[in-house]
């Protein structure tokens, strides 16, 4: 099912103009995460609340046309000793694919993790990054043309040390998955000043893409580099991979973070409407074969 939003102009995405708390995408990403924070009260940090969490994020695919798979991993620690008096990490990645609709295209894999530290909600982090990627995922599925085929990663645990991303990049490698490039999308919606101000970590290849589109709606970008999120696993691999989020090098990141008052209510929702707007309006033309 495709929103009536997803499916305006491009025109309409790069002119994103003033933050506008009225935004009907706003809304509905609120709506997405009040939901997913209300079925995975009170956090989604233990093993049985990160399997609840994946059974939500396996429906609400569904929901929007799209099927989920799971993929279960088991990690080691980070040194075989304490493989004796630690059991190994084990967990699921939530999978989506949107094909391509020419034979043999490349994967773009659009990423972000949806375990919380153990008391947190995880409203910003990461049920923000959550609600940019389905918005995106909407759009992509709509396109008649699609030159790349789109993997969603839903992570886990990457509280834990970015252990579900790096078990998802070892997979797809592993089966002969051709990953073209890797964004991922962590901690969105914080923007105490309203500068409208975002941090991307991007390589040469993909930061003047952002930067270009970033400047035609009006949003301050910055260039960081971030070794904290699920991006740097499949970098490590030699995969062009990009991260986008709120202020942190600047000081304007979310004060709740890993806190119990992670939730909605604390959120700039027409500040994460506005960086999904970025975000998408980048893949697309990804998608479709252009240079933005």
Not at 220 to 249: K, M, N, Q
Request: glycine share 6%.
């Amino acid at each position: 099912m495709v929103k009536g939003w997803a499916m305006g102009a491009v025109a309409a995405l790069l002119a994103a103009g003033p933050l506008n708390a009225q935004d009907p995408l706003a809304a509905d990403q609120r709506d997405f995460i009040e939901r997913f924070q209300t079925a995975t009260a009170p956090a989604r940090s233990s093993a049985r609340q990160r399997a609840i969490a994946a059974d939500v994020l396996m429906d609400e695919l569904a929901q929007r046309g799209l099927t989920g798979e799971r993929r279960s991993y088991r990690a080691p620690n980070v040194t075989p000793l304490l493989d004796l008096v630690m059991p190994p990490f084990s967990g699921t990645n939530i999978t989506a694919t949107i094909p391509a609709t020419r034979a043999g295209a490349p994967v773009i894999v659009i990423g972000a993790h949806y375990d919380t530290e153990a008391g947190s909600p995880g409203a910003d982090d990461n049920a923000s990054g959550i609600a940019a990627m389905l918005t995106i995922a909407e759009a992509i599925a709509a396109e008649e043309y699609r030159h790349y085929a789109v993997m969603l990663a839903f992570f886990d645990q990457e509280e834990e040390g970015k252990v579900g991303s790096a078990a998802l990049v070892r997979q797809l490698l592993n089966d002969g998955t051709d990953i073209h490039f890797m964004h991922s999308i962590d901690m969105a919606g914080w923007d105490s000043d309203n500068d409208g101000a975002i941090e991307i970590d991007a390589p040469d290849s993909w930061f003047p893409r952002y930067a270009a589109a970033a400047s035609r709606m009006g949003i301050p970008v910055t260039r960081v580099t971030y070794d904290s999120s699920d991006h740097v696993p499949f970098r490590e691999r030699g995969i062009d991979a990009i991260c986008l989020g709120e202020a942190f090098r600047a000081r304007d990141s979310s004060p709740h973070r890993h806190r119990p008052t992670d939730s909605a209510d604390t959120l700039n929702h027409a500040y994460l409407a506005r960086n999904t707007r970025l975000m998408q309006a980048v893949l697309l033309a990804a998608v479709r074969g252009q240079a933005l």
